[in-house]
């Protein structure tokens, strides 16, 4: 039975008097670091010096400082650089300053897993991991809502390092909406799966894949964009209030019962096999290995299918539509 916590189990007592480096100002960083610092905890920004994020950070309010300085002054050093580069500030810029009894922190398990990261045995590691993208949790923060976490503890050097991460949790809210238990493996595992099969990969190709079986059949490009991306967010908002029955519920029994008739023949048998074989390549490290040779050679293939992808006419089509819905921008 997993173990969920929320506010109530949660203390902000166990960050009170203690400095909070979060290292990055990106998708996650802005978004912790902000809603941390209005929970009422004391948080540092560690940035490059030559970090265009740096005003930005200072503009918000924060304290800004560079990697090492922050990591030099704060008890609690979290993590939110790029997965691919953790591993060399961690050596270069984070390890020299982890004292006896600190916190080293992460919102994703990949470089404790995968060994990129092997931290002294004198701190305590744990990760606190909002299940939503960085600009989502600061806009519930904000809302005084919550999107949920999951909490790992790799090491207990203190004996309070799951009261620090759930004090963690809570100061960015994610307690509000309920934070799992679970282990740096179990959510290194389930979020590379996530991601690729999923919520990014797998939703990116089916809706390039029926926009463009529309438009190769005539159809006009706009239309293809609204039934196949613009739509997208209205049915799966119904899905996220109220499950895949909210949805259905919601839809028309034409739509629901091509949904039950077609889904299938969409996502075969044979996609979920290849879903298998995916989860297999995580649990490997097949993918982790790929994801840092990648890097170790300045990122070719990411960066010339980013090309790629940024040039496909679902993104022409839909950057003409959206100028003329303003209010769909938001931070
Ligand atoms: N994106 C998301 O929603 C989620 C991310 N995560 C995890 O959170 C972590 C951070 O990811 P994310 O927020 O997406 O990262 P981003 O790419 O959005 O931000 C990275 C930040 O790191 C800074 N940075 C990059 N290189 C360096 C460096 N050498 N020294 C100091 N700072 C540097 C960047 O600033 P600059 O380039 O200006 O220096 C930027 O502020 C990852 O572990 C990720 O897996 C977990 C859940 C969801
Ligand atoms: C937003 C999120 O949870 C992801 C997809 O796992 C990520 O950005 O790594
Ligand atoms: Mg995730
Ligand atoms: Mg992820």
Redesign the pocket.
């Known amino acids: 039975m997993v173990k969920v916590y929320y506010d109530a189990d949660a203390n902000l007592e166990f960050l009170k008097g203690k400095k909070i480096a979060v290292?990055?100002?990106?998708?996650?960083?802005h978004a912790q670091a902000q809603s941390l610092r209005d929970s009422g905890l004391d948080v540092v920004v560690?940035?490059?010096k030559d970090?265009?994020?740096w005003a930005k950070a200072e503009a918000d309010g924060l304290q800004v400082a560079t990697?090492p300085d922050a990591c030099a002054q704060a008890q609690v050093i979290q993590v939110?650089?790029?997965?691919e580069?953790?591993g060399r500030?961690y050596a270069e810029e984070i390890e020299p300053y982890l004292a006896e009894g600190k916190s080293l922190m992460?919102?994703?398990g990949?470089n404790i897993h995968f060994g990129q990261i092997v931290p002294p045995n004198y701190v305590d590691v744990f990760l606190v991991?909002?299940k939503?993208?960085?600009h989502l949790v600061r806009r519930m923060y904000a809302e005084g809502n919550g999107v949920p976490g999951l909490v790992a503890v790799h090491q207990d050097y203190t004996g309070k390092a799951k009261d620090i991460a759930l004090a963690y949790a809570k100061g960015i809210g994610c307690t509000k909406a309920g934070v799992f238990e679970t282990s740096f493996q179990e959510e290194t595992e389930t979020d590379l799966f996530g991601e690729q099969a999923v919520l990014c990969g797998g939703v990116s190709e089916l809706i390039k894949a029926g926009f463009d079986t529309l438009v190769e059949a005539g159809y006009a490009p706009e239309m293809a964009y609204f039934e196949c991306l613009h739509e997208l967010k209205l049915i799966v908002d119904l899905i996220y209030e109220g499950g895949l029955s909210r949805m259905r519920y919601s839809v028309s029994n034409t739509a629901e019962y091509g949904d039950y008739m077609i889904g299938p023949r969409i996502i075969t048998e044979e996609t979920r096999e290849e879903m298998r074989q995916v989860l297999l390549e995580i649990q490997d490290g097949t993918f982790a290995r790929n994801w840092m040779l990648e890097n170790q050679v300045k990122a070719p293939q990411l960066n010339a299918i980013r090309k790629m992808e940024a040039e496909h006419p679902i993104e022409e089509v839909g950057a003409e539509l959206r100028k003329m819905m303003p209010w769909l921008r938001k931070k």
């Open positions: 290292l990055g100002y990106g998708s996650q960083g560690g940035l490059r970090s265009a994020r990697v939110l650089l790029p997965d580069i953790q500030v992460f919102s994703h990949f991991a909002p939503s993208p960085g």
